[in-house]
């Protein structure tokens, strides 16, 4: 019915939403303050020890800050109650002694109208129920139990089965005066195109009852029998009571379940729905045939705040995923996204179920992906990204998609973590990746008089060089140590081919001793690339060279080295995308990543076991340890005063 402009504005003045409330919670006395209407309680929509359900008893609005349920007093009724939006206003408004105002005839009409049809659906139901244990039902109750579905299950789900015949359920519904406007508005027969009686629309089908929110028949799912059917799978048509976009399959049971603590899954059929909620996974749903649409998405999230899609393991499955993700973008609010379980290849959860167990669909489902894990696998997988063009390509599809999200801070989480991603893909080496250099010509190398220096040596460049250097010296000269730093070894960028090039050689004979690795490099490299590494004045001074085979100290020396490079080129690559950043929304997460980046650098600068001696430099060049040369100094005119005078 319609009601006249004003009357819910009334209602709702006159009803107090923390009495209504009341009812159904017990308020925290710590966090309430009832002078002010401000009311917070444990939520009664989902189990929780704490008091995170808020009432603005004054605004009259109610919201959970972790299920996220929301709205006022005729909202809280409808979800706790079960009823209608006018049954609803009903409760209120008798509670607030205020009389219903009398009833548009049309609206009166079209509520008894919809009354009707959800009473044949149920005699539907009934009927269908009925013909599963009759003869012609034998090979549907054997392809159920072969399903793993016995007699129990069947009950509770009311399963049932469309005899193969054209007007068994229209003759079933005439014969108990039903109209047949009533039959053909619910779906349940459709008319001759050729003047005849209408026709059943679901026939040699195993029958499904869709339920809604409320648990009322609105619809069925019908699954053939015959392998030759057009349709493996078949839904009523829409109707006044059925539309398939705005509804999901065991809606109403998974709603309990997910608020008793169990997680939301979205499923793709019935039979996987039945499958993960008879193995203890009650808050299963699926679409009804058709990909998941907004209002179904906006319907899971009302449930739970992060579904989990739990998707068949083929190219199909992940298709509808990346589809998925597409719509939910613009959509996503704090604490309001998806995760992403996918099957083993080739199976979905009914499958997965009767292989391995309850016990492997809960491990598929610990290992969810966010979406954003999602988004980039799409982007991507199977391509290469070997030129500067494919790259920019694949930033701008990135920055496309991520801007399709419109809370700011999603947004720049978002392209945080493709930032990170991007950066193990194009700045950290995989093996899989390295081509090891083969050729023996030889190499076009800088003297070591240029690598050593001022014009080299100044710079960040120059440092990193030298660390390089020190670090691939220590390595050959003590060969233990490489399987020791193969990933940390695998991962370090080098700053000239020639590194490069022996970092690799390294890396493929992990296992050779010093004589066996010295041979590899001047066979396929060149004596000179080994000469040129050993003449570098900072290579040569470097404790772990004039110590070789010292395993201990190669240690030292890689680790040390090895942090104050990776420090360094963090703080490198955090200043690069700062640039970028600033190009954009510039906030305090910004200063902090520097920030963090700079006192990680300094952390790795500072080398405990750096010699902290005072020298002086002898009149030869030489280095004196300024304590030992004061002691000598001191010794000497000791002596000198001791001699006797002439």
Not at 249 to 274: C, F, Q, T, W
Request: proline residues 5%.
């Amino acid at each position: 019915m319609s009601l006249p402009s004003g009357f819910l504005d009334e209602l709702r003045s006159r009803s107090s939403l923390g009495q209504v409330v009341g009812r159904k919670v017990i308020w925290d006395a710590r966090k309430s303050n009832q002078a002010k209407g401000d009311l917070w309680a444990p939520c009664p929509f989902h189990q929780e020890k704490t008091a995170s359900f808020h009432v603005d008893d004054r605004k009259g609005f109610y919201y959970c800050f972790g299920c996220h349920a929301k709205g006022d007093a005729i909202s809280f009724v409808r979800e706790t109650e079960n009823v209608g939006f006018m049954e609803a206003v009903e409760i209120l408004a008798r509670e607030a002694g205020m009389e219903m105002p009398a009833r548009d005839p049309r609206a009166q009409a079209k509520t008894d109208h919809r009354a009707q049809l959800i009473e044949v659906m149920e005699q539907a139901v009934q009927f269908f129920r009925l013909q599963l244990a009759t003869g012609p039902a034998g090979a549907a109750r054997a392809y159920l139990a072969q399903r793993g579905l016995d007699d129990a299950v069947r009950e509770r789900w009311e399963i049932g089965f469309a005899p193969d015949a054209w007007q068994a359920l229209w003759d079933h519904l005439r014969g108990k005066g039903v109209a047949e406007s009533l039959i053909l508005d619910a779906g349940l027969a459709r008319p001759s195109s050729k003047g005849g009686r209408p026709y059943d629309t679901f026939r040699n089908r195993i029958i499904f009852p869709i339920r809604d929110a409320q648990g009322r028949a609105i619809a069925f799912g019908g699954r053939a029998m015959d392998p030759g059917d057009h349709a493996k799978y078949l839904n009523s048509p829409e109707t006044a009571l059925f539309d398939k976009s705005r509804s999901l399959y065991n809606h109403g049971p998974a709603r309990s379940a997910a608020g008793k603590g169990m997680p939301l899954i979205v499923a793709e059929g019935y039979m996987d729905v039945i499958a993960l909620s008879e193995a203890g996974f009650g808050a299963a749903v699926a679409p009804l045939g058709t990909a998941i649409t907004e209002s179904q998405l906006q319907l899971l999230w009302r449930i739970a705040p992060e579904p989990l899609i739990a998707l068949d393991g083929d190219t199909a499955g992940l298709r509808a995923a990346m589809r998925l993700i597409d719509l939910a973008l613009p959509l996503l609010e704090a604490g309001q996204s998806l995760r992403f379980a996918l099957m083993p290849e080739g199976m979905d959860p009914d499958d997965l179920l009767r292989a391995k167990g309850a016990g492997a669909i809960q491990e598929v489902l610990d290992q969810a992906a966010p979406m954003v894990r999602l988004l980039w696998q799409r982007e991507t997988e199977g391509r290469n990204f070997d030129s500067p063009e494919r790259k920019a390509a694949l930033d701008k599809a990135l920055r496309d998609k991520i801007l399709l999200i419109r809370d700011p801070s999603i947004r720049a989480h978002y392209g945080s973590e493709i930032k990170r991603l991007r950066w193990d893909l194009f700045s950290r080496r995989g093996k899989s990746r390295r081509v090891p250099w083969r050729g023996k010509a030889p190499l076009l190398t800088a003297m070591p008089g240029t690598k050593s220096s001022l014009l080299v040596a100044a710079g960040d460049g120059a440092q990193d060089h030298m660390r390089e250097a020190v670090i691939l010296a220590s390595a050959i000269v003590t060969p233990p140590v490489i399987a020791e730093f193969e990933s940390e070894l695998d991962a370090m960028p080098c700053s000239d081919p020639e590194h490069a090039r022996l970092r690799d050689l390294l890396l493929d004979h992990v296992e050779a001793d010093h004589e066996t690795l010295t041979r590899e490099i001047r066979d396929q490299i060149g004596a000179r690339a080994l000469e040129n590494l050993m003449a570098l004045r900072h290579v040569a001074i470097s404790p772990c060279v004039r110590n070789p085979g010292d395993l201990d100290l190669a240690r030292m020396i890689l680790a040390e080295e090895l942090a104050k490079l990776q420090a360094r080129r963090g703080l490198n690559a955090e200043i690069a995308e700062a640039v970028e950043d600033l190009s954009g929304l510039a906030d305090e997460a910004l200063t902090w990543r520097l920030r963090q980046a700079a006192e990680a650098r300094n952390r790795a600068m500072r080398n405990p076991h750096e010699d902290k001696t005072e020298y002086d430099t002898g009149e030869n060049g030489a280095r004196i340890n300024r304590e030992e040369r004061g002691a000598l100094d001191s010794l000497l005119e000791r002596i000198r005063d001791s001699k006797p005078r002439k």
